[in-house]
């Protein structure tokens, strides 16, 4: 059910609330340096334009803006597991934070940057049987940054994964590269194989890969946009690269069928051996920072 929407998180002319859909309401954020709308369903951030720029995030025109379903594209929530669960193939894909309303519980204006939180009610999950706070705290300026926090307050430990699952709005997927992963170990999970990164990372074909011990920046250059986008990350050991490509996007039925032309996911993650063990009292923060920086003609 679509949570109560309060009014004193409102902020003149900068935070408002619009529904996207009826029973699917969303916040809006403009301010000098950009604007972001974030759905309450999974505090899902859905775009981040800054201003005079092409959108920085990419969202399905394709989406569905619904209870119970993860929107394609934007910057989903994946928590409390990234991708299937680890041994109970019943649980949803990427957990369950991305499918569920979150309140937004405080709102902030600074001359740099709009800041909201939002947390998710964890105890009403009937398949989570853990005492968890999780909070997401976005910050909408002129770069945009989330910071998941997760809290144990049971007596037993937790184990946490996930991710922050970018999705980038690109010119063209062929004339892209990305930068920062060179030398790096990942599983290439398109053919199953073990592999290290060499070079840049040029797409040409499908991609699902999960660079390991990787903690660094990384940067898509862009050249057809004129940018290159900076991800900055931290809490994460595990970066996700992905684009279905042809035949998987024929397959989702969310996603246009040549939209895969115009995105990478680039996702700050806590996957696979990636995960942590939280004792009773003990807190994990993922966090990205997105900046989009213009390169000259
Ligand atoms: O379709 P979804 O459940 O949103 O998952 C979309 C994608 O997320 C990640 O990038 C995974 O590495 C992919 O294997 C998966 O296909």
Not at 62 to 67: G, M, N, Q, S, Y
């Given at each position: 059910m679509a949570p109560t929407l309060s009014k004193k998180h409102l902020i003149p002319f900068e935070l408002w609330y619009e529904d996207f859909a009826p029973g699917y309401p969303t916040i809006r954020i403009s301010n000098d340096h950009a604007s972001a709308t974030i759905a309450l369903h999974g505090a899902h951030l859905i775009d981040f334009i800054p201003r005079d720029q092409e959108p920085v995030i990419f969202t399905s025109h394709?989406?569905?803006?619904?209870?119970?379903?993860?929107v394609r594209g934007g910057i989903p929530v994946c928590w409390p597991w990234f991708n299937a669960h680890p041994s109970d193939s019943t649980m949803p894909s990427h957990g369950f934070a991305r499918n569920r309303f979150w309140q937004l519980v405080e709102s902030r204006s600074t001359e740099e940057f709009t800041e909201i939180i939002l947390q998710l009610d964890t105890q009403s999950v009937d398949i989570w049987k853990f005492d968890t706070t999780l909070t997401l705290t976005i910050k909408v300026g002129k770069s945009l940054s989330l910071e998941l926090k997760t809290?144990?307050?049971?007596?037993?430990p937790v184990?946490?994964?996930?991710?922050?699952?970018s999705y980038f709005y690109i010119s063209d997927i062929q004339q892209i590269t990305l930068t920062g992963l060179e030398k790096t170990t990942y599983l290439d999970t398109?053919?199953?194989?073990?592999?290290?990164?060499?070079?840049?990372?040029?797409f040409d074909s499908e991609v699902d890969s999960v660079y390991l011990k990787s903690d660094q920046p990384v940067e898509i250059h862009d050249p057809g946009f004129q940018r290159t986008i900076l991800i900055e990350k931290s809490g994460s050991l595990s970066t996700v690269i992905w684009n279905p490509w042809t035949e998987k996007s024929q397959k989702l039925a969310d996603l246009g069928d040549d939209e895969f032309h115009n995105f990478v996911c680039v996702e700050a993650a806590n996957a696979l051996e990636d995960v942590y063990i939280l004792a009773p009292a003990a807190e994990h923060c993922l966090t990205t920072t997105i900046s989009s920086i213009p390169t000259s003609a």
């Open positions: 394709d989406a569905l803006f619904t209870e119970g379903k993860a809290t144990n307050n049971g007596s037993t184990t946490i994964g996930g991710a922050l699952h398109v053919v199953g194989e073990e592999k290290i990164q060499v070079g840049p990372i040029r």
